[in-house]
C-alpha cells in the first residue's frame, strides 16, 4: 500500500475518531498499529536490537503518546507523517533510556517506511525536506538536526553550538517555522 493510500484509508478514520467516533478511533489504531509495529521492529533491528517485546512496548508509548496528543494533529497536514513522528520520537526515547545512541537511525527514507516502498510522491517530500534544511544558516540546521532528528536534549546541542540553551531553544523554533514556510511554499508551486 503507498503513502497516498495509507493517508486515504486513516485520515477520515481520524477526523471521524476526533469528532467522537468509537469505532473509527478503534480501527485508525488497529491499522497504525500495524504499519507503526513493522517500522519500530525495522528501526530497532537497524539498531542492534530485534526483540518483539521491546518493539511492542515502544509501540504501546507510541499509541499512548497518539492519544494523548490527539489535540496538537493539525488537520492540514498527513495523518501518517503525524503518527510517525510521534513513534519516532518514542523510539528515539527508548533508545537513549536505554543506553543507546538514536543517532544511528536512518533518517533518508525512515518516513516513508511507513507505509512501504517508496513511491514518487515520497521521493519528492524527502527532497523537499532537505531543500527546506538547506536553506536554513548552518548552526540552526545542525541545532535541529541534533534536537529533532538525533534525538539529543536541548541542552547538549545548546553546549555543542556554544550557545545558550535559550537562544538555542529560539533559533530551533525560528528554523522550524521557516521549514513550515518553505515547505507551504513549495506546496503551492504548480504541478
Do not use: C
Amino acid at each position: 500500500m503507498s503513502l497516498d493510500e495509507l493517508e486515504t484509508q486513516l485520515r477520515p478514520l481520524f477526523l471521524a475518531a476526533l469528532a467522537g467516533d468509537g469505532a473509527a478511533y478503534r480501527l485508525f489504531l488497529d491499522t497504525i498499529s500495524v504499519r507503526l509495529r513493522a517500522y519500530l521492529r525495522r528501526m530497532l533491528a537497524r539498531a542492534g536490537r530485534s526483540e518483539p517485546s521491546e518493539a511492542e512496548d515502544v509501540l504501546q508509548e507510541a499509541l499512548l503518546a497518539l492519544h494523548l496528543s490527539q489535540h496538537t494533529y493539525d488537520r492540514s497536514s498527513p495523518v501518517t507523517a503525524w503518527a510517525h513522528a510521534i513513534a519516532r520520537y518514542k523510539l528515539v526515547d527508548h533508545l537513549r533510556r536505554s543506553g543507546r545512541h538514536a543517532g544511528n537511525l536512518p533518517l533518508d527514507d525512515e518516513a516513508y517506511q511507513l507505509a512501504g516502498p517508496a513511491d514518487g510522491g515520497a521521493s519528492e517530500a524527502k527532497l523537499d525536506l532537505e531543500r527546506a534544511m538547506a536553506a536554513l544558516p548552518e548552526r540552526t540546521r545542525r541545532l535541529i538536526d541534533r534536537v529533532k532528528l538525533q534525538g539529543t536534549s536541548v541542552a547538549e546541542a545548546a553546549q555543542a553550538a556554544g550557545m545558550t540553551e535559550t537562544a538555542a531553544k529560539v533559533a530551533i523554533h525560528r528554523g522550524l517555522q521557516a521549514m513550515a514556510k518553505f515547505l507551504s511554499r513549495r506546496g503551492e508551486r504548480p504541478g
